[in-house]
């Protein structure tokens, strides 16, 4: 990834009239990567894609592919394919004359396009349905045609704007299996489209977590998962639980926080100062609930145990703290060690080991 | 629900008994008197004949038929042509505008078309108003003869069918769908590829309707050509029109009818199929 972007996005603005979609938007992809740009449904994410496919004009800004300016570059000239949300398949056309049309506008070799689509139709595990037409495919069909119609094209960059969002459940994480193993076994870039943080987190290699039209951060999952930089990432990319508090004390790396009067040692990342307000930030999975206070020895907050929700591989606890919040706790259940069984009303105390917080 | 059923009933009921007594009947009529003799003294004798159908194809009348289907056939083309841009143009314009369009499109509506016809030859006169102007800004030096020409008659024919096809054409492109446009140009489609590929493909049904709209009220209005073209050339329609009221000859022109009606009911098939085949091809909804 050190080398130069394939599709390099600068100053990137759109603006629709009154709304600005995209707002000076700054993103490099890079060759080869599954990079998937997240967010909340109207942070831009679409558009994005659309500047880079050349379905929209920029208001303001550069897009450049291979080290050159696309801007003003039409559609039909970018070695960019899309795979549109609604799949857009042409439904005049069968299977076969959908995934051949951009093949046929390039070249006349009847048997080499023959070739080529059912090369495509091997990879999305469609062979044998050639001669039907979409509205004869159900939804995960039509979404695979939708695929093998734009990577037939062996474009740089493949665009995939929200793909599986239509499919049911079982069939979503179908897809996403699959997805990967296309992406692998065709080596092209794909950027990803999706409001679905789990989707996001196991399918990319990077990603991109929008909002009001601009990237709040950019990483890999875990990155994004285990050190958000801001509470919009924190808050977007799955549950968290933050309490406030100020630091009493800083030694090198690390920092003492006083969170409702207990003394918490943490990783100090981002260089607060003593007497500075914090936040301290914590996955429901990264605290610990013990009944008996002193069994850690260290700081801890006590509180009630309000609701058990048992979910099969996990127990979710919801605990109120003596000091007013509610937080949330994920236990991996373990049928051997039954103490870890929490009834409702019970009271304990949680912590966390040193440097599963993150501080904001 | 029973009010709306009983509504329905009503409306199915009278437009039922309204086809009857005024399509239905007088067509009977037609059918029956095909098969009479001529009879000088009450029009018709009923005595049963074959010699109509006889008369009707001789070469004179093929002659008629002939000229007559090249004129539906090319005021379709025409018609197609002027309106499919219109059609087109009327779906991409913002909804208050196209609204006025529409609504101006069908005012003409409400006014017989005979008198719109009438109002024609006004304006195609050698010192009408259309030579008035070309005149007046030195276009031409004397009046051109538009009148009681084949192109009056296009013009004529053209102007009173046009709404018959723009209207089921734009409803087609009102239903196309721009993101398969996007799709096709991000796919590297050209404008013209979109145009062939794409578009004219998903609007063929409003195409088809459109022109079998225009096509069969073509082959049947006959004063249009009457007024407008002169005596020219005899149409299929100013033919029965003669047998009736010219020529007395009710048995021959009701065969003349009949065959018309024929004519039609071939080209009515002949839609039937295509618009069939252009939906199952095209039209399936998406899931
Ligand atoms: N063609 C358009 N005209 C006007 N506003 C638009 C248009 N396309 C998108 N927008 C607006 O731009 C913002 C971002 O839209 P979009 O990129 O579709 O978001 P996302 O794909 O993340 O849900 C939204 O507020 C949306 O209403
Ligand atoms: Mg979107």
């Not at chain 1, 001669?131 to 094209?153: D, K």
């Not at chain 1, 399918?203 to 709040?216: C, L, P, T």
């Not at chain 2, 779906?91 to 109002?119: K, Q, V």
Request: hydrophobic share 45%.
């Amino acid at each position: 990834m050190e080398s130069l972007p394939i599709v390099r996005l600068q100053g990137v603005t759109k603006r629709f009239d009154d709304v600005c979609a995209v707002d000076s938007l700054d993103l490099d992809i890079y060759q080869g990567e599954f990079l998937t740009l997240l967010g909340p449904s109207g942070c831009g994410k679409t558009t994005v894609l659309r500047l880079i496919a050349g379905l929209e004009t920029l208001s303001a800004g550069e897009i450049s592919m291979n080290g050159s300016r696309l801007n003003g570059t039409p559609p039909n000239k970018r070695n960019v394919n899309t795979v549109f949300q609604s799949y857009a398949l042409f439904p005049h056309m069968t299977v076969f004359e959908n995934i051949a049309f951009g093949l046929r506008l390039k070249q006349s070799d009847k048997q080499a396009i023959r070739h080529q689509v059912s090369e495509a139709l091997d990879l999305v595990k469609l062979s044998g349905l050639e001669n039907r037409r979409p509205h004869q495919l159900s939804g995960g069909q039509q979404q695979r045609v939708a695929m093998a119609r734009a990577i037939v094209n062996k474009p740089q960059v493949l665009l995939l704007d929200e793909p599986l969002s239509a499919l049911d459940y079982r069939l979503r994480q179908e897809m996403e299996i699959e997805l990967k193993r296309v992406h692998r076994q065709l080596g092209i870039t794909f950027v990803f489209v999706t409001h679905d943080q789990e989707e996001a987190i196991s399918m990319s290699d990077r990603i991109a977590v929008m909002n009001e039209g601009r990237v709040e951060q950019i990483g890999t999952p875990i990155k994004i998962y285990e050190e958000p930089e801001n509470m919009f990432v924190a808050r977007f990319v799955g549950e968290i639980n933050v309490f406030d508090g100020h630091v009493v004390n800083v030694n090198n790396g690390s920092a003492v926080v006083d969170i409702h009067g207990q003394l918490f040692p943490v990783q100090n990342r981002k260089k607060a100062g003593t007497g500075d307000k914090v936040r301290v930030l914590l996955r429901p999975e990264d605290i610990q609930v013990t009944r008996d206070a002193d069994k850690n020895g260290g700081p801890a907050l006590s509180g009630k145990v309000d609701e058990v929700i048992y979910k099969g591989k996990t127990v979710d606890l919801v605990i109120s703290l003596d000091a007013g919040e509610t937080i949330n706790v994920t236990q991996f259940f373990n049928e051997d060690q039954e103490d870890l069984v929490y009834g409702e009303g019970e009271r304990v105390h949680v912590d966390w080991l040193y440097g599963w917080e993150v501080i904001l | 629900m029973v009010s709306k059923s009983g509504f329905r009933n009503v409306s199915i009921g009278s437009t039922l008994l309204w086809i009857t007594v005024f399509v239905v009947v007088p067509y009977l009529f037609v059918l029956v008197f095909s098969f009479f003799q001529r009879d000088p003294e009450q029009i018709v004798a009923a005595v049963f004949t074959w010699q109509n159908y006889k008369d009707i194809f001789s070469p004179v009348f093929l002659v008629v038929c002939w000229n007559s289907l090249i004129l539906a056939l090319g005021t379709t083309v025409i018609t197609l042509l002027v309106a499919y841009p219109f059609a087109f143009f009327l779906g991409r314009i913002p909804e208050r505008i196209r609204r006025i369009l529409l609504l101006l499109m069908i005012i003409p509506f409400w006014t017989s078309s005979l008198i719109r016809t009438y109002a024609l030859i006004i304006l195609f006169k050698a010192n009408g108003i259309v030579n008035g102007l070309l005149l007046s800004l030195k276009l031409v030096d004397e009046p051109l003869a538009i009148l009681y020409t084949q192109t009056s008659v296009f013009i004529g024919l053209v102007y009173t069918l046009l709404p018959f096809m723009i209207l089921p054409i734009y409803s087609s492109i009102q239903k196309l769908d721009l993101r398969l446009i996007e799709a096709a140009r991000d796919l590297g489609a050209t404008s013209g590829h979109i145009f062939l590929r794409i578009v004219l493909p998903l609007t063929l049904p409003g195409i088809i309707a459109g022109s079998t709209m225009v096509f069969l009220p073509a082959l049947g209005l006959f004063y249009i050509p009457d007024l407008l073209g002169g005596a020219r050339s005899m149409l299929i329609g100013n033919f029965i029109k003669n047998q009736f009221l010219t020529t007395g000859n009710w048995p021959l022109g009701s065969a003349a009818s009949v065959i018309l009606t024929l004519i039609m009911c071939l080209f009515l098939y002949v839609y039937f199929l295509s618009s069939r085949k252009a939906r199952t091809s095209g039209m399936g909804e998406m899931a």
